[in-house]
Nanobody, 120 residues
Framework: VQLQASGGGLVQAGGSLRLACVFSGGAFSSYALGWWRQAAGKEREFVATITWGGGGTSYGNSVKGRFTISRDNTKNTLYLQMNNVRPEDTAIYYC??????????????WGQGTLVTVSS
């Protein structure tokens, strides 16, 4: 399984950004997926997960109500819509995959990460 994250960049506080993670090398629809982030000097933090069917999602407290995780099983792609971003959202964002379920603590497979920088 390979995961390729993209979509990071520089955004102003209050703005929006959409991350994408393309999945290959396995049966995408059988994997649960998630996003985690790691800011400089800090531990990895859970952001969001989504079930293999897309019917169930969970979010970390710091992003709840601002970020939305989704998946398109026809495109083998996971998304993270980030709205009303804050400087504290600045981090490298990683996508992960596991099956049949995924834990908030981490995943079996990881993408390479994409950097999001939020300016104040």
């Amino acid at each position: 399984v390979q995961l390729q994250a993209s979509g990071g960049g520089l955004v102003q506080a209050g703005g929006s950004l959409r991350l994408a993670c393309v999945f290959s090398g396995g049966a995408f629809s059988s994997y649960a997926l998630g996003w985690w982030r790691q800011a400089a000097g800090k531990e990895r933090e859970f952001v969001a997960t989504i079930t293999w069917g897309g019917g169930g999602t969970s979010y970390g407290n710091s992003v709840k109500g601002r970020f939305t995780i989704s998946r398109d099983n026809t495109k083998n792609t996971l998304y993270l819509q980030m709205n009303n971003v804050r400087p504290e959202d600045t981090a490298i964002y990683y996508c992960g995959a596991d099956r049949p379920n995924i834990a908030t603590t981490g995943a079996r497979y990881w993408g390479q990460g994409t950097l999001v920088t939020v300016s104040s």
